[in-house]
Every structure is written in C-alpha cells, then in structure tokens.
C-alpha cells in the first residue's frame, strides 16, 4: 500500500473499496488494528502533541478523511487518489459486517445515541449483529471496566469509538491489547449522524466537497475546531513557499 506523508503524519494512499478489503482481512486475521479516519483537525492536533503523532504514523491504516488532506497533498506534489469519508467507510463496513456475520460493538457519544445509531443500522443491514452500545468516557479512569464490558459482549469484531480526536485513537492505544478486537476505529460523530440526531449534508453539498461548511451552519459551536482547516492550508503554503525558494520540490514519501 502506498501512503504518503503530510505535515509529519502519514496517509494511506486508498480507495473506498480498498479500505473495506484491508478491514475485512484485518477482521480475518484475528489480530488487532487501530484504523484512523485522519483528516486536517487530527494532522493540526499532532503538530502539538506528538504522542498522538506517534500513535497516528503506527495505525495499521490512516484513511485520508478530509478534503483539505488531498488539497495539501495536491499543493505539495504527492497527491492521493481518492477522499475516503469516515461515515461513508463506517457504512459500508456495516454492509460487509452484515453480510458476512461480524460483530460490531458503538462505544461513545452521548447517552443513548450510539444505541439509536445501532436501531438504524440494524434497520438499513438486515441481520447486522450488535454486539453492545455503550456511552462511556474516554477518562482513563473507566477504561478497566469498558474493556470489560466488550470482552463480556464478544466476540467483537469490529468496535466503533465515537469520543472525538485524539481521546478515541488514544483510547484504543491503551487498550487494544487487551480486547479480543481485531477491528477498532475512532470514529468522531459518526454516531450522531447514524441516529439522526446531527443532519448529514445532502449528496449535492457532499460532492461538492462542502460538507465541512454544512456541519458548520449545523453546528455553529464548530468554528473554533475549523480554525484547524485554515492553519493546516497556512502550513502546507509555507512548506510550498519554502520548497519553491529553496529551488526543490519537497517530496518526503
Ligand atoms: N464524545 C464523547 N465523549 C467525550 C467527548 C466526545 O462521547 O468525552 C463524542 C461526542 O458526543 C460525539 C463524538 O464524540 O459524538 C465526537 O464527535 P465530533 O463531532 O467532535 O467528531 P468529528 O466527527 O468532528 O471527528
């Protein structure tokens, strides 16, 4: 697989069918793997934090999750092929979950909603198997008694963490080892748009790689957050500005 590295984090060069195949082997081989749905917030967090950088250049796939990603990446010679959406990748790997019998465990978002996600899901994939749904925190402090709660609740095999970058990646850090899970991915609010309690942007805003904005008039609380995506573009044109200076391409694959 090829990936590619931006602002000190690294990508996974894949389609959206790609990701579904490489999670449905890592299900297969019965090992556990942390997948990230990067996009620019998490590259802006691990430019403070370099923990969370560690973690995120050791998940065994960093999905490119954001349009400012393929931008940057485009801005600075080593472009990827495809944006391939968390939520987009969460459904389908629901489909594929349903129709080959795997598992899953929601672990995250506020209370009762990832139980509400679980109704729609099983509704949309007849024959879904919902292993369990639990809000939780990321608090260290409750780890124990989370890990036990999905090891009661197995065999998982693919577990959903909806507690938000970097708290879901670093959950799963600290306590894969000791779940029998071969699948588990921080996935954000994903959640809240499964049970209908954040609207997802219509087909038309999505492709026009608008979404960001959308969720934006949806949550005007966001703007803060965003301010990542405005930082991350003043870094990428700095490196750009700077290679161009120093008469070379920068090119670190
Ligand atoms: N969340 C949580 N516990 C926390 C912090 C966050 O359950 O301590 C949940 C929150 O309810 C939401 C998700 O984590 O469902 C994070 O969603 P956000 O919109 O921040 O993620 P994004 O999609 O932007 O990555």
Known sequence: MRSVEILGVRLDDV??????????GFIQSGQPHLIATTNTEFVMAAQRDLEYRRLLNSADLSIPDGVGLIWGLRVLGKPIRKHVRGT??????????????YSVFLLGAAEGVAAMAAERLKARHPGLKIAGTYAGSPDPRFDDAIVEMIRKAGPVDILLVAYGAPAQE????RNMSRMNVPVAIGVGGVFDFFSGRVKRAPTLI??????????????????????????????????KVG??????????E
């Open 206 to 239: 999505r492709n026009l790689e608008l979404e960001w904005l959308y969720r934006l008039w949806q949550q005007p609380w966001r703007w803060r957050r965003q301010l990542a995506l405005p930082r991350f573009a003043l870094c990428v044109l700095r490196l």
């Open 170 to 173: 670093k959950w799963i850090a």
């Open 15 to 24: 389609t959206l069918q790609e990701t579904i195949d490489t999670l449905d």
């Open 243 to 252: 290679s161009i200076v120093a008469g070379k391409k920068v090119f670190t």
């Open 88 to 101: 987009d990748t969460v459904e389908r790997l629901m489909a594929l979950a349903a129709q080959k019998g």
